[in-house]
């Protein structure tokens, strides 16, 4: 079975930073696109990252960019998303996505060409 579990979420102070994860079950993430989404309280999900490690093509959010990174592992088995100079705002439910194919510039906000989603991890930033 094709599998994404998520890690890494807490409590963090503003300003402070957070590495999220994700792990491949099943499968490799090589030749697929990995995405970030997030869901605020009240809000719709949203985009945040995504990349297509075989390739190196990362796309990030506005709201984002500066200050959040996506990696992976060399075995592609791994995503993380390492989230800096954190503020109140990024406060949500993150979750990851995989799709097989390499990302293109919409990968990162269409959640609709994502096959295979984790389940959610809370990001609480306190002001």
């Known amino acids: 079975d094709v599998q994404l579990q998520a890690y890494g979420g807490g409590l963090v102070q503003a300003g402070r930073s957070v590495r999220l994860s994700c792990a491949a079950s099943g499968f490799t993430f090589d030749d697929y696109t990995v995405g970030w989404f997030r869901q605020a309280p009240g809000k719709e999900r949203e985009g945040v990252s995504c990349?297509?490690?075989?390739?190196?093509?990362?796309y990030f959010a506005d709201s984002v960019k500066g200050r959040f990174t996506i990696s992976s592992d060399n075995a592609k088995t791994w995503v993380y998303l390492q989230m800096n100079r954190l503020i109140p705002e990024d406060t949500a439910v993150y979750y990851c996505?995989?799709?097989?194919?390499?990302?293109?510039?919409?990968?990162?906000?269409?959640?609709?060409?994502?096959?295979?989603w984790g389940q959610g991890t809370l990001v609480t930033v306190s002001s």
């Open positions: 990349i297509s490690s075989s390739v190196g093509r990362t």
């Open positions: 996505a995989a799709r097989p194919g390499l990302a293109i510039a919409t990968s990162v906000r269409n959640q609709n060409e994502y096959d295979y």
